[in-house]
């Protein structure tokens, strides 16, 4: 009887026949924020300087939706994570300054688990406290943060991780040995249009600005080093997207 399985590290374990390695498709998403995070050279003003900072993703405790399980804030955004979606609120600043109202941007996995296990990763020495009116008995406290969010099984054989800095919102698939990256598919609610540009992006259009996913990275584990693999997202509806990776 043979046994095929994929070590915490990603890297794959020996059968007595073969070996088969984990795909991990990283999915890079670069969030044009009310800031100048994409600002080229060292960072010289306090805001571009936040923006390279990491995100951080609280639990939640109360703060917020009991369906939320996680959040990340920062100016202009606040990121949502519930066990079905990823839910982007942004708010485009106006010409005086003032926050307009939020646009919602929700990205939903097609045909995916509906209850996957959601936990934090790379626990941070940060708390938050939300000292909110005048009752402590409404108060939240030492909530815990993390620098990364992890979606167990997604899809059968097929781990979610978030992560990212202020400045750009990550996501790896982590698809195990013997998966079809094709059964991934996500959907956009909110988008007015989804296009893919001469660089492989998928840039989103919505009422409150454009967003771009970056052209996926995929990647191999191979004796410890990464083999690049050929990827690309097709669009198979209107606001639906999926993956095609090479052999």
Same mark, same amino acid.
Not at 153 to 160: A, E, F, H, Q
């Given at each position: 009887?043979? $046994? ?9 374990? /020996?059968?007595?026949?073969?070996? $088969?390695?984990? *795909? ?48 990340? /804030?920062? +100016? ?29 941007? /929700? ?20 708390? *938050? ?14 909530? +815990? ?57 998928? *840039? ?9 996913? $970056?052209?996926?990275? *995929? ?6 080093? /990464? ?21």
């Amino acid at each position: 009887c043979q $046994r095929r399985r994929s070590h915490p590290s990603g890297h794959a374990v /020996r059968t007595l026949a073969h070996r $088969r390695l984990p *795909v991990v498709l990283a999915l890079l998403a670069a969030m044009l924020l009310p800031w100048p995070a994409h600002a080229q050279g060292p960072a010289k003003h306090p805001a571009a300087a936040y923006g390279q900072l990491p995100l951080i993703f609280e639990a939640t405790t109360g703060q917020t939706d009991p369906a939320v399980k996680f959040l990340s /804030r920062g +100016p202009g955004y606040t990121l949502f994570l519930t066990p079905t979606e990823a839910v982007l609120a942004l708010a485009k600043p106006s010409a005086d300054g003032s926050a307009s109202e939020a646009t919602v941007l /929700r990205m939903k996995l097609v045909g995916a688990n509906s209850a996957p296990r959601v936990s934090g990763v790379e626990a941070l020495p940060g708390k *938050v406290n939300y000292f909110i009116g005048n009752d402590p008995a409404q108060w939240r406290t030492n909530i +815990p943060t993390y620098a990364k969010v992890k979606y167990e099984s997604v899809y059968p054989g097929v781990d979610l991780v978030y992560y990212g800095s202020q400045g750009r919102l990550e996501y790896d698939f982590v698809v195990a040995p013997g998966t079809d990256p094709k059964s991934i598919a996500l959907t956009f609610e909110g988008a007015d249009k989804l296009r893919l540009d001469a660089q492989g992006d998928l *840039v989103i259009q919505t009422a409150g600005g454009e967003l771009r996913l $970056r052209k996926p990275l *995929v990647y191999q584990e191979v004796d410890g080093a /990464r083999k690049p693999i050929a990827g690309d997202y097709i669009l198979k509806s209107q606001n639906q997207v999926g993956f095609q990776v090479a052999a």
